[in-house]
């Protein structure tokens, strides 16, 4: 289609997801910081309606700008493209990393010591992801600790089994951090901990570490996605560093479109 009635066909509206992500205030930023983004809106909704929506616009081959993020089967099911970001307001690479309350690695140092050496790659994360279609989180993280048996032993290395010892996972709500959360609920429970894992929005999982309700995190998106909230509570959590490298988020728009950066979008 031709792009200058960009913004006639698409009401002025790019499709978000929920209120809560890190992506969503990413986007607010990138709204404001792009002068031909002036007259265009975020419609925050939820991660289900953006992706109800891009495949409506998709099957009428419609034109539609979406935030998105890798890993996601949206880019294995459908042919889409990230819009270029010159400015970088969705941060370039990012990384999903680990943070501890307070103590924790004195409470409980086994457990401290497999959740700090927890490192696992997009492909794998993926893995998990992608079987959750079909089956539960639960299960696919099941089977991928099942398979992957010589890692989780790096991890596990030295470390004693416990009887029991409670642990409280805090991750968020969407299928990359299903994954995540439940492969490591997997593997703690295997050592015997009893784990209780919690889905919460980025700013509640930040907190809940910060003030000792929550022991642990996998799911923290930095450096950008969620800097604002990293940023308020950094001095009263422990950052373990990357789980995984590689991720990323911004807006994405199917291949057909004529449109490769940001901004390209007309005013
Ligand atoms: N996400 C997926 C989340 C983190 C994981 C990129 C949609 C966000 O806070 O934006």
């Known amino acids: 289609g031709d792009p200058a009635n960009l913004g006639e066909q698409l009401n002025y509206t790019i499709t978000g ?6 992506t969503t205030e990413l986007a607010r930023n990138t709204l404001e910081e792009y002068e031909n ?7 925050e909704s939820s991660t289900a309606g953006m992706l109800s929506s891009l495949d409506k616009a998709i099957n ?4 539609i700008i979406v935030t998105g993020w890798t890993p996601h ?8 493209k990230y819009l270029e970001d010159p400015k970088g307001t969705f941060g370039g690479i990012e990384n999903i990393n680990t943070i501890v309350r307070k103590g924790f ?21 993926e893995e998990v992801m992608f079987a959750a279609q079909d089956i539960s989180f639960e299960e696919a993280a ?10 989780v032993a790096e991890w596990t290395e030295g470390t004693e089994k416990v009887d029991g010892k409670e642990i409280e996972l805090v991750s968020t709500p969407w299928d990359t951090e299903r994954a995540s959360g439940n492969v490591m609920k997997t593997i703690l429970e295997q050592q015997g901990y009893k784990v ?3 889905p919460v929005d980025p700013v509640i999982m930040f907190q809940a570490i910060a003030s000792g309700e929550g022991d642990v995190s996998v799911a923290p998106w930095l450096p950008a996605t969620h800097a604002s909230f990293y940023e308020q509570y950094k001095d009263d959590i422990i950052d373990l560093g990357e ?3 590689g991720a990323k988020i911004g807006m994405v728009v199917p291949k057909y479109m004529d449109i490769d950066s940001i901004e390209d979008i007309p005013p």
């Open 17 to 22: 997801i929920e209120p809560g992500a890190g």
């Open 37 to 43: 983004l002036k007259g265009w809106e975020l419609i």
């Open 60 to 63: 009428n081959e419609e034109p």
């Open 73 to 80: 089967w949206m880019f294995v099911n459908y042919d889409l």
């Open 105 to 125: 690695e004195e409470d409980m140092p086994d457990a401290y010591k497999i959740v700090d050496r927890f490192y696992w790659e997009p492909k794998d994360m």
């Open 142 to 151: 099941k089977n991928w600790v099942e398979k992957n048996q010589d890692k």
């Open 196 to 198: 209780t894992l919690t």
């Open 243 to 245: 789980n995984l490298i």
